[in-house]
């Protein structure tokens, strides 16, 4: 039987749609009709149903997609703000939180997952990927996939893995990493057990081998083949860092854009996180080759990593999204912030830049494009419709007919808002603090409503997280 959820007389509705006119990507006064899992109808309030079998009433309240999360490691909120390395860099960081991590039980991830999707959810965010590449005391992805399910997020569960340890070159330790065969064989054994290809699916795989510094390049190779053949994604972590192209240059004298090149790790079912150190030629790769880029704005200034050169990939045609990364790098998963830091970061990196030249060969210092370097609608088209590209996800990512019904309801009527909501309700969202949102839909069940999850308690879930936080830390 159908089942209809009506979000009603919406004081604007943003629906990102590049296709649609521009006067329909932003409706005022509005409705949203979902049937099932899908959009039915989108239009003004007087012209749609006033009734359904669930009704949110929307008056005052933004209506956006359902934001797009490129890249998390949520284990890792059990190892926020850890004293020793508030203030390292990557490596150090890594290298700090290998041995604490080499403790995680699959109770601690699932734990740990919910927690990290309960915080997504809470500020909009409908969709997340995940990537788990450490798997010590019995820990499987199966621990991640199950934790999305009862918690009700569409989730893309990245198989990671690490298998060149401290003796063979690497950075982690070698009481963390796997047999290259294993990893193989249960990649495999996940694609066929809960990969799903179909409009609106809740659980994909990706393959997604850790680093450079952590993997070799059999593995990358094998993984890709594999992910090809069984089509799925790929994903991997590339040019965050000084070090991380200082490694890439000891040990293949190359870049990282060409070590990608060479491994087979350029394509439209590739997407890769930071990129900060993406070079000119690099940029170029991945826009004739449609690779993504997961954009961590958080994570890269709070780890020192740099600016990712964003708006030169979107001008030459690289796809890309925002990930909110680790919740032990950023400290953080609240995509909203994301979007907001990101358009802030553009616009201050722009104006470091190296200086231009004029006509007349003169240094010109500053930006070329001022603050509109970054608009407040592009950030959020990235959180939304730029995410669901990188994921490879066409059923998500922007409101019209025949759409997964991912919603998220922001209130206007709240302090933060004040002032800006009445002037511009969208670019509000990205420029005034970032709130949490007042519901969310995913596949078109209300799992936040009136500010409240929905479908765990977060009280003895934060207690017992806590708890184990403290376990692994000790």
């Known amino acids: 039987m159908t089942q209809t959820l009506l979000i009603r007389n919406a004081h604007c509705i943003a629906t990102l749609d590049p296709a649609a006119p521009a006067l329909a990507q932003e409706q005022r006064d509005a409705s949203i009709l979902v049937q099932d899992n899908c959009i039915a109808a989108i239009g003004p309030a007087s012209e749609l149903p006033q009734s359904a079998d669930t009704v949110i009433d929307a008056r005052g309240h933004l209506v956006t997609p359902g934001l797009v999360n ?9 190892t926020r703000a850890i004293p020793a390395v508030q203030n390292a860099e990557l490596f150090a960081w890594l290298r700090g939180l290998y041995p604490i991590w080499s403790g995680l039980t699959p109770e ?51 198989r990671g893995s690490m298998s060149v340890g401290r003796s063979q070159g690497g950075l982690p330790p070698d009481s963390v990493v796997e047999d290259e065969a294993f990893i193989l064989k249960d990649s495999q054994r996940l694609i066929e057990a809960h990969h799903d290809r179909s409009h609106g699916a809740m ?25 090809r053949s069984a089509g799925v994604r790929l994903h991997t972590h590339l040019a965050e860092n000084d070090h991380d192209i200082a490694y890439s240059r000891e040990k293949f004298n190359c870049t990282p854009a060409q070590y990608a090149q060479d491994l087979g790790w350029l394509g439209d079912d590739v997407w890769h996180a930071h990129c900060v150190k993406l070079d000119d030629e690099g940029i170029s790769l991945f826009a004739a ?5 997961a954009h961590c704005p958080c994570s890269n200034m709070r ?26 790098s950023n400290d953080a998963a609240h995509m909203v912030n994301e979007a907001r830091q990101a358009m802030l970061l553009a616009r201050v990196g722009r104006a470091l830049a190296p200086p231009g030249r004029d006509a007349q060969g003169r240094p010109v210092y500053g930006c070329d494009h001022g603050p509109a370097e970054m608009t407040a ?20 990512g922007h409101l019209a007919v025949g759409m997964c019904a991912d919603l998220a309801l922001f209130d206007l009527n709240t302090i933060g808002f004040a002032g800006g909501a009445v002037h511009d309700p969208v670019g509000a969202l990205a420029l005034c603090a970032s709130p949490q949102a007042a519901y969310t839909v995913v596949n078109g069940r209300v799992v936040v ?14 207690t017992r997280h806590n708890t184990l936080a403290q376990v692994l830390a000790a």
């Open 70 to 78: 490129t890249h998390h490691h949520m284990y890792q909120s059990l």
């Open 377 to 396: 609608r592009d950030v959020l088209a990235l959180a939304t419709r730029g995410g669901a590209q990188v994921l490879g996800r066409k059923d998500i």
């Open 203 to 227: 659980v994909q795989i990706a393959l997604a081998p850790c680093s450079p510094f952590s993997v070799s390049q059999d593995l990358m190779r094998e993984s890709a083949a594999l992910a």
């Open 108 to 158: 601690m991830v699932r734990v740990s997952t919910q927690v990290a999707m309960a915080e997504l959810l809470l500020g909009g965010c409908t969709t997340s990927s995940d990537h788990l590449y450490i798997y010590p005391n019995g820990v499987r992805l199966e621990d991640s996939i199950e934790a999305a399910d009862a918690i009700g997020m569409r989730f893309v569960a990245c």
């Open 303 to 328: 780890l020192a990593s740099g600016i990712a050169p964003i708006r030169r990939m979107l001008d030459a045609g690289v796809p890309v999204g925002l990930g909110v990364d680790g919740c032990a």
């Open 449 to 462: 409503h009136q500010g409240r999850l929905q479908t765990v308690e977060l009280a003895p879930l934060v």
């Open 289 to 293: 080759t449609r690779t993504g880029v």
